[in-house]
Every structure is written in C-alpha cells, then in structure tokens.
C-alpha cells in the first residue's frame, strides 16, 4: 500500500488516499477515484495539462517509476525539465519533481501531489 496525500489551493483541506500497488494505477487514475480533480485532458502524456509536482515523503528509498519519452518532451517544451533533473533521471534512475499524473505510475511510497487545479500548473 502506498499513501498518497493529494494536495491543491482548490481543495477545502488535503486529501490523504490509500493506493493498492499491484494495480499499476496512474496517479491521474487514484485522483479520479477519489474525487480529487486534477485537471486532465487528453490522458495519453502529451498535453501536459495534468502536470503535478511530486514529492516523496520516504526519504532516500526513492522507488518513482521512471519518465516515459512523452512525459520527457512534454516536461521539456513546458519548462518543468531541467538539464540537471533529467540527467539524474537519466543516470540515477531518480523521478524529477514535476510529472505528468497520467503517466506517473503508483509505487509503493508514500507521496505529497500538489497541483493548482488550473490545466498545466503545479
């Protein structure tokens, strides 16, 4: 089990879920299924209009699913890239910050997603 605490100036108080593992779930997919309204579009990790910002509340033991080429082009045309975090990611298998939560699949930590509410802002 992960806990996953969702959390946006356009919700009354933050939202702490719990998310089963073995589902391969997207965090867009946990969202929805408890009612937490990040905005989304197209759901296929090109517009970049569910961007959130990850943070991992393990500490060291990141376990964050790697970003797919979409979710890389994306991040890059929109600024929330840098040449620093890919190269981590690139290296040392670590997630950047900034995510799609349509392409960021559940692991088993627990996380803080924070979004605006508004399509493309974290």
Known sequence: MATIYFSSPIMSKN???SAVVG????LLAVAKENNVKIPFECQDGECGSC???VTHLDGDHIKGVMLTDKEREVLKSIGKLSKQEEERANVKDLPPSFR???QTVVTDEDLLVQF???PGGA
């Open 15 to 17: 939202k702490k879920v």
């Open 23 to 26: 589902k391969r779930d997207t």
């Open 51 to 53: 961007l959130i910002k």
């Open 100 to 102: 799609l939560a349509c």
């Open 116 to 118: 605006t509410g508004e």
